[in-house]
Each structure stands twice: as C-alpha cells, then as structure tokens.
T-cell receptor, first 112, second 114 residues
Framework: EDQVTQSPEALRLQEGESSSLNCSYTVSGLRGLFWYRQDPGKGPEFLFTLYSAGEEKEKERLKATLTKKESFLHITAPKPEDSATYLCAVRHRGSTLGRLYFGRGTQLTVWP | DTEVTQTPKHLVMGMTNKKSLKCEQHMGHRAMYWYKQKAKKPPELMFVYSYEKLSINESVPSRFSPECPNSSLLNLHLHALQPEDSALYLC?????????????FGQGTRLTVV
C-alpha cells in the first residue's frame, strides 16, 4: 500500500492558469514532507520542506502548504518553464534512518 | 552551494563489463545515498552511508557494490548487470540522517545495459 499518493498523475495548464497539486500521506508521526521538481533525465531538485500542520513556504510562483493528512503545491500564474514532474516525499516515525518515501509524482505541462 | 556531482552522465555497458559510478559533494554532508529510478517511477532507495559506514542496504543484488572512500565521495561498482538494471542512478547527500535534514540530489547517471 502506497504511503504517499500524489494527484493528479498529469496536469496540463495554459500559461497563467493557476492550479494545485496534491500529496496525501497515510503515515503516522510525520517527521517531514519534502517537495522536489524533476526535469526529464535529471535528478530531483529540492524545493521545500514542511514539518508541521499549518506550515507554508513560498518560492517564486510556488507555495507549499501542509495539513495533518496532505500537502498542496500551489502554482500561481505558471510559465512553460515550470513544466516538470513534481515529487513529494515523506519521512515518518517508522522510517529507516534517512529514508525518504516518494510518491509517483505529478507531471505538469504548461503550454503557452 | 548545494551541488552533488555525478559522473559519468551516461553509461552504456555490456552484461560482462565492470564499471563504476562516481558521486562527489563538498557541502560537508555526512550522509550519502544511492537511489535507482526507472522511467515514470519514483526513486527507490538502494544504499545509505552515514559517516562513511554503510547504514542501509535495501536488499540490493550483489552485482551492485557501494564504496565510500571518504566523506565527500561515494562510488557504485557495477558488475555482471542485467538489461533490467538499466535506469537513472541518483546520488544524494544530506547533513546527516536526522529527520529534519533535506536530501540534495545529483543529476544522475543514465545507465543502459546491453
């Protein structure tokens, strides 16, 4: 059973059309939730870490929020260069030391 | 500087070859990781090194052999691989194994086994 579920699997947006990506988790004792951006054939690029419900972080057009069961990555007025796969990962109380549990990602395409 | 450098970027090897993947970081991190990522799948953890000692081996076949020569370097030695081992191999590092440390990834080595 997946511990981290991301939705939608794929999202197509027109440039400037704001939307949100979802990451829900079923683990208990969350120790950290991490958002990454991954371009095709490249390694994941770190974006945000969230630790407690109610926490929010922003970077340019991206804003990440966290509740007790899920996280949202809000994209405001996206541009084509925001096209990538966005990965969510968690550490929890039962995690083997250092291990990140990844979701399957949301593939975002922003067209002009 | 949050850079993890992996070499080579691409590698094609035969099933009888021996090759090595290299990873380097200069952030003073004491934990380093190898992940494997197949197309359209999330990264899967293979090995974790902490303070140059192997902490986790996720039941990876012995044809993959990690080595951590010092705190900045992590190698992955490959021998007698199978075509299904073709994937993107990612190295990552973090300050330590604490819960509140971010992992930073390299750009990966695209491995093709023929």
């Amino acid at each position: 059973e997946d511990q981290v579920t991301q939705s939608p699997e794929a999202l197509r947006l027109q440039e400037g059309e704001s939307s949100s990506l979802n990451c829900s988790y079923t683990v208990s004792g969350l120790r950290g939730l991490f958002w990454y951006r991954q371009d095709p054939g490249k390694g994941p690029e770190f974006l945000f870490t969230l630790y407690s419900a109610g926490e929010e972080k922003e970077k340019e057009r991206l804003k990440a929020t966290l509740t007790k069961k899920e996280s949202f990555l809000h994209i405001t007025a996206p541009k084509p260069e925001d096209s990538a796969t966005y990965l969510c990962a968690v550490r929890h109380r039962g995690s083997t030391l250092g291990r990140l549990y990844f979701g399957r990602g949301t593939q975002l395409t922003v067209w002009p | 500087d949050t850079e993890v450098t992996q070499t080579p970027k691409h590698l094609v090897m035969g099933m009888t070859n021996k090759k090595s993947l290299k990873c380097e970081q200069h952030m003073g991190h004491r934990a380093m990781y190898w992940y494997k990522q197949k197309a359209k799948k999330p990264p899967e953890l293979m090995f974790v090194y902490s303070y140059e000692k192997l902490s986790i081996n996720e039941s990876v076949p012995s044809r993959f052999s990690p080595e951590c020569p010092n705190s900045s370097l992590l190698n992955l030695h490959l021998h007698a691989l199978q075509p299904e081992d073709s994937a993107l191999y990612l190295c990552a590092s973090s300050q330590d194994l604490g819960d509140n440390t971010e992992a930073f990834f390299g750009q990966g080595t695209r491995l093709t086994v023929v």
